[in-house]
């Protein structure tokens, strides 16, 4: 892993600056708040910036790249909690019981932003639209974890996690539409609770009925409202403003 030790770090700068900063936060606020963001941190394929079971001292935030959450269970098997991208954090699982819960994997060439907790929560006091920003993210948290304990089909899932996926990158500015899956296929497997062999027949299945085009790991999605129907989901009652989110 290197540091980035010569390199300044600026929020107001950076190109995720309307997803991970709070709305209503001027000049002086921000300055503060970029005073606690510690040098970013080069990371590569299977570098890990958090390791489970340590103490909680900070959360994370993306800048780019991708990576993973893997928590290993008292019999030793591991599983992905969770892909994160650029402008999200990772750590808040890890709060309550002041250690971390999983570990976090870079899964491609990955940049992260440190952040002292007890440091953001004391400025937060002094910042009412941060401490909401902070209270929104555990709210997302949350709602996440709900969401992978809901009754879906195989089927259903792998195409909630492909139009999840397509969501999040267009927030971020990238096409809705064509993405890179940086995860293996075992990953996705792992993450959804299914086998790797299942993962392929439905993306074929996807593939056949005209849904996806699928090449190695670049996937378009080629009939989006097909797609949100296999999520189970009724097309008119699931319009989603980007715009909106890019707040959530």
Not at 17 to 44: F, M, W, Y
Not at 54 to 80: Q, R, V, W
Not at 157 to 172: G, P, V, W
Request: glycine share 6%.
């Amino acid at each position: 892993m290197a540091d980035n030790k010569n390199q300044p770090h600026s929020c107001s700068l950076c190109s995720l600056g309307s997803i991970c900063l709070p709305l209503g936060v001027d000049k002086t606020g921000l300055a503060r708040l970029e005073a606690l963001v510690q040098n970013s941190q080069v990371q590569h394929d299977g570098d890990a910036v958090i390791h489970q079971g340590d103490p909680f001292t900070k959360i994370y935030a993306i800048k780019s790249g991708m990576y993973k959450s893997i928590k290993l269970n008292a019999d030793g098997h591991e599983t992905i909690t969770g892909f994160h991208l650029p402008g999200e954090l990772v750590g808040l699982d890890a709060i309550y019981p002041k250690e971390y819960t999983s570990s976090t994997v870079a899964l491609t060439s990955s940049v992260v932003c440190q952040i002292d907790y007890e440091q953001l929560t004391e400025l937060s006091t002094h910042i009412p639209a941060l401490q909401r920003q902070i209270m929104n993210l555990l709210s997302k948290e949350i709602n996440n974890s709900n969401a992978l304990l809901s009754e879906l089909t195989a089927e259903q899932k792998l195409a909630s996690f492909i139009r999840n996926l397509a969501t999040r990158y267009e927030i971020r500015g990238y096409s809705g539409s064509e993405l890179v899956l940086a995860m293996t296929r075992q990953d996705i497997a792992n993450h959804l609770g299914m086998a790797a062999e299942t993962v392929s027949r439905l993306l074929k299945r996807f593939q056949d009925k005209g849904v996806l085009r699928i090449k190695h790991r670049e996937v378009k999605i080629l009939d989006p409202e097909q797609l949100l129907r296999l999520t189970g989901c009724e097309v008119g009652l699931q319009h989603i403003d980007v715009n909106q989110l890019n707040r959530a």
